[in-house]
C-alpha cells in the first residue's frame, strides 16, 4: 500500500471515529480503526474492542470545561491517561455525551485490559519512572528552561547546572509536550538502535512538572536526539535515555520556542 492510501485511510477512519462520537454509524463496522496510542493505551475509534478483554469498566471524564471549542485529541487523551490510571490498555467506544461552551465536554468510554494485544513494536524500550511519570503527567505547574552549558559531564545533573527560564505557560502547548513525551511515536526502538556512545547525553532542553514538593525533569538532547526523565538531583546518564524520532527534537523545540 502507498503511503498516501496508508494516510488517507488513516484520516478516513478518524472521520468515521469522530461521526461515531456523535451517534452515527456512518462506516461499516468491519472497518477496524488503527489506535492512537498514548501512555501505554491503545485508543480505538471502534465501538466493539479488537480483542477478548478483561475488567471492562464504563468510564467518563470532562473535557477543556473553560473553553469555547474542544478538541477531538484531548478527549483521546483523557480517556488513555484514565486507562493508564487503572493499569489497563485498550480504550473503546468512545461516545460523546454533551458540549456547552465554556462549560466543557462529557465523553464516556470503555476501557480493558487485552491480553493478546501488541501495543507497539517499541517494547524494547527503556521504561520511565512510574512515580516521575505520573508527576509529568498530573503536575499543575510546568517550566521550561535552556540549559547554558553544554559540556559533556557523567557528574552533572539539574541541580548543578546553570539554566535560563524560559516563558512556558500556555494551556496547549502544556498538553501537547504531555502528549508528545507519552506517544509511542516520538521514539525509535533500541531494538537495532542503539544509543551512540559517541554522543554523550547533554541536554539542552528541560521542561520542569511540579506537584507541591514532588517534581520530575524532562530533559532533551538536541545534538544527540534523545530524551530522559529524571529527578532534580540525579545525574542524567543512565541506562533510561530514549531515542527520539527527528520530528520529536523538532517538536519540542517548537513548543519551546512558541511561548515566547
Not at 6 to 20: E, F, K, N, Q, T
Not at 82 to 95: D, G, H, W
Not at 117 to 129: A, G, K, T, Y
Not at 216 to 230: F, H, P, Q, R
Request: neutral net charge.
Amino acid at each position: 500500500m502507498s503511503k498516501t492510501n496508508s494516510v488517507s485511510g488513516r484520516a478516513l477512519r478518524s472521520v468515521c471515529g469522530i461521526l461515531a462520537l456523535c451517534g452515527f454509524d456512518a462506516c461499516h463496522l468491519g472497518f477496524a480503526s488503527e489506535p492512537f496510542k498514548l501512555f501505554g493505551v491503545a485508543v480505538y475509534l471502534d465501538r466493539d474492542p479488537p480483542c477478548a478483554t478483561t475488567g471492562d469498566n464504563s468510564v467518563t471524564v470532562t473535557v477543556s470545561p473553560f473553553k469555547e471549542q474542544v478538541y477531538f485529541g484531548d478527549i483521546v487523551s483523557e480517556f488513555a491517561r484514565k486507562a493508564a490510571e487503572a493499569r489497563t490498555n485498550v480504550v473503546y467506544a468512545i461516545k460523546l455525551i454533551s458540549f456547552v461552551p465554556n462549560q466543557g465536554a462529557v465523553a464516556t468510554a470503555t476501557i480493558s485490559t487485552c491480553l493478546q494485544l501488541n501495543l507497539s513494536p517499541l517494547d524494547s524500550l527503556p521504561p520511565l519512572d512510574a512515580k516521575l511519570a505520573d508527576t509529568a503527567r498530573r503536575a499543575p505547574d510546568v517550566s521550561a528552561y535552556l540549559f547554558e552549558e553544554r559540556v559533556p559531564d557523567p557528574q552533572l545533573s539539574v541541580q548543578t547546572s546553570s539554566l535560563l527560564p524560559k516563558r512556558f505557560n500556555d494551556a496547549d502547548a502544556i498538553a501537547r509536550l504531555r502528549r508528545i513525551i507519552f506517544a509511542d511515536d516520538t521514539y525509535r526502538s533500541t531494538s537495532g538502535v542503539k544509543i551512540d556512545s559517541s554522543c554523550p547525553f547533554v541536554p539542552s532542553i528541560g521542561f520542569e512538572f511540579r506537584d507541591d514538593n514532588k517534581s520530575a525533569w524532562w530533559l532533551v538532547s538536541e545534538m544527540c536526539g534523545t530524551a530522559i526523565l529524571v529527578t532534580r538531583e540525579a545525574h542524567w546518564p543512565g541506562p533510561s535515555i530514549r531515542n527520539l524520532k527527528p520530528q520529536a527534537v523538532v517538536a519540542f523545540r517548537q513548543l519551546l520556542d512558541s511561548s515566547k
